[in-house]
């Protein structure tokens, strides 16, 4: 049994180290979704040289292509091993309403947004290396799709600042101040619970509009979201904010 376990892990691992196609495929994938990043970092850090047609900054992505290539390349058999296990905690996160595929992209896509935003890009990828505590709940809380949801934002947007005419550049960002203001100026900071981390539905905190820093930042993104915002929700130590 013992020797049957062995020559099938053997087998395994014999399997990983051939260049098959789709370990090249993973490989390839994984050095562009590195890449993007990287040379948005790397761009912003580095003294443009002005060459025609931007050759300085097409010689830097083929540079990182390669390098991360190499890389990926050296590393491959336990790479290989870590996406199997991260597609299938992706997979049951996904199945179970939990951080699944749509849940890592839009964090990709929210991260790229904010790098190419930010004068030290490098810092949003620090960020989203440290830990979130309660994140899934938070996300879960933000229920910007349910309807009450949705009317209380549309309120806010007819009752503040209304009289503003002549800017329909930032409409958009004048309808979120609304909202901001509209949940201010009713909100009741309370305690959660002692030794007890309790997170309000949004549609919770629209009864009362009491609860603490976290409960306040799921209430904000998710109206802001209602009508179209893209809120942050920025996480320090013991304390949360939109």
Not at 194 to 216: P, Q, V
């Amino acid at each position: 049994m013992l020797d049957k376990i062995t020559h099938i892990k053997q087998r395994f691992f014999s399997y990983l180290e051939i260049p098959r196609p789709w370990n090249q495929i993973v490989i390839f994938v994984l050095n562009v979704l590195l890449v993007i990043p990287l040379f948005v970092i790397v761009h912003q850090n580095i003294i443009e040289l002005d060459w025609p047609w931007n050759l300085d900054r097409v010689l830097l992505a083929i540079l990182l292509i390669a390098l991360i290539q190499w890389l990926l390349f050296l590393i491959r058999k336990v790479l290989v091993i870590g996406v199997i296990i991260y597609f299938f905690i992706l997979l049951w996160g996904t199945l179970a309403g939990g951080y699944g595929f749509l849940s890592i992209s839009q964090d990709y896509g929210y991260m790229l947004y904010a790098m190419t935003q930010d004068p030290n890009p490098e810092e949003i990828i620090l960020s989203k290396l440290l830990p979130f505590p309660n994140k899934t709940r938070i996300l879960n809380a933000i229920e910007y799709e349910h309807p009450n949801i949705r009317n209380f934002a549309l309120m806010a947007t007819q009752k503040h600042f209304t009289e503003v005419k002549g800017y329909p550049k930032y409409r958009k960002m004048i309808q979120y101040f609304a909202v901001f203001k509209e949940i201010n100026q009713r909100w009741n900071y309370v305690n959660d619970p002692r030794r007890k981390e309790y997170i309000n539905l949004a549609t919770e905190s629209l009864i009362h509009f009491s609860g603490d820093c976290d409960d306040h930042a799921v209430m904000m993104a998710a109206c802001i979201k209602a009508i179209g915002g893209t809120p942050r929700l920025i996480h320090t130590k013991g304390h949360i904010y939109p």
